[in-house]
């Protein structure tokens, strides 16, 4: 039987900064997650999710972190190109922004950083995966894929997944079915451009960068029916390509796994669920949940490393005011996400209503009404 003063479960982006915020103030934490043992300290696997913004930087400096990103293999981005509201091209530059440039990550070395960090602050590993979670006498009992271990407190970093929030009856709400497909690409030795590209189409979004290891991700967003359609249907996903000017352009003579963008096959497609979504409580009794388990954005807001770091640190620094006996730290950490997910849902509400060409669209009115609902 293992113990420690809090579990952390999930070592994503928020599961290392919290349990590193925990235990830089002299908590014994215990992270926990069924990673591989090579991922620990390195990346292999491509992993979707990889902008961060410059506004990163004082909370990288204040964690202690700024340097480990700065020496890391990762790629500025110097601003954004976009085709939204227009077939045109609209550059927005990053040199007027006072953070500075942000950052195209190799995300799986980035992850492995914080998980070092963590580890490095005295952070406890452990692989395995949650079965089941018990409070009992003001303590969790939580049973792994591999043992047991008591602990006071928990943090769900689980992600989209949020395992001990709906485990203890935390429902999860989505904002609409938004689904990303994702390509990794070798692009041609002319494509050095390293802004991100986002351009609209009639039936969905999307979204090319260039990232450290020299390929190019290429995201498709759509609803989950036309997802669907096209991991069935052979050649949907060159229709849907076809429909882009911009993306088209650059992925002209780019290839996958040897073959043409014209051959692509459904199976080259890796599929996540990309909508925005909340969980109805983001503490209970003995928990809280951080990341992406507690707030999920639409990727259109660039936010969702930034906010697994942010609420990962406030996670941290919640659990610790907790343990010291301020019980009514759950309230403002409750209420802080509440602001969060206030002010993504304006600018979420704003980025959708400034593509008015194909608001009749099923994907776009879609949107369009249940901003009009949820805002």
């Not at 580890?119 to 949650?130: F, K, P, Y």
């Not at 993306?247 to 909508?275: F, H, P, W, Y």
């Not at 209420?335 to 600018?347: M, T």
């Amino acid at each position: 039987m293992l113990h420690a003063d809090v579990v952390a479960i999930g070592a994503g982006p928020s599961g290392a900064i919290a349990a590193l915020t925990l235990a830089q103030s002299g908590y014994q934490v215990l992270l926990i997650d069924d990673l591989p043992a090579r991922d620990l300290s390195s990346g292999h696997s491509p992993k979707i999710g990889e902008s961060l913004v410059g506004a990163a930087r004082p909370l990288l400096r204040d964690l202690g972190l700024l340097a480990r990103v700065e020496q890391g293999p990762h790629l500025p981005c110097y601003g954004n190109l976009s085709a939204w509201g227009s077939s045109q091209l609209v550059a927005t530059d990053f040199i007027r922004d006072p953070h500075g440039p942000g950052w195209h990550l190799d995300r799986t070395q980035f992850d492995a950083d914080l998980r070092q960090a963590a580890r490095d602050a005295g952070v406890q590993w452990h692989s395995a995966r949650l079965r089941e979670a018990i409070w009992a006498d003001g303590e969790w009992q939580l049973g792994l894929t591999q043992g047991k271990v008591c602990c006071r407190w928990s943090i769900d970093a689980t992600g989209r997944r949020a395992v001990l929030a709906r485990n203890q009856g935390a429902v999860r709400q989505r904002d609409d079915d938004l689904v990303a497909l994702s390509l990794w690409v070798r692009p041609c030795d002319r494509d050095t451009d390293s802004r991100t590209l986002v351009e609209s189409t009639p039936d969905g979004w999307w979204y090319t960068a260039r990232l450290p290891n020299g390929s190019r991700v290429v995201v498709l967003h759509v609803d989950a029916a036309d997802a669907a359609a096209i991991r069935r249907q052979a050649g949907t996903w060159q229709v849907y390509l076809s429909r882009t000017v911009h993306v088209q352009s650059l992925l002209e003579k780019a290839t996958c796994n040897g073959q043409r963008i014209a051959d692509i096959k459904a199976a080259d497609l890796k599929v996540m669920e990309a909508c925005g979504a909340r969980l109805d409580s983001f503490w209970g009794t003995g928990w809280l949940a951080t990341g992406d388990a507690a707030l999920s954005f639409d990727p259109l807001s660039s936010q969702g490393i930034f906010n697994a770091l942010y609420t990962g640190m406030k996670a941290g620094q919640t659990v610790q005011a907790v343990l010291d006996g301020q019980a009514a730290a759950l309230e403002p950490y409750a209420a802080r996400l509440e602001q969060i997910r206030a002010a993504y849902l304006q600018h979420h509400r704003l980025f959708y209503q400034a593509e008015q060409r194909w608001r009749d669209r099923p994907f776009w009115a879609k949107r369009l009404r249940r901003n009009a609902e949820i805002c």
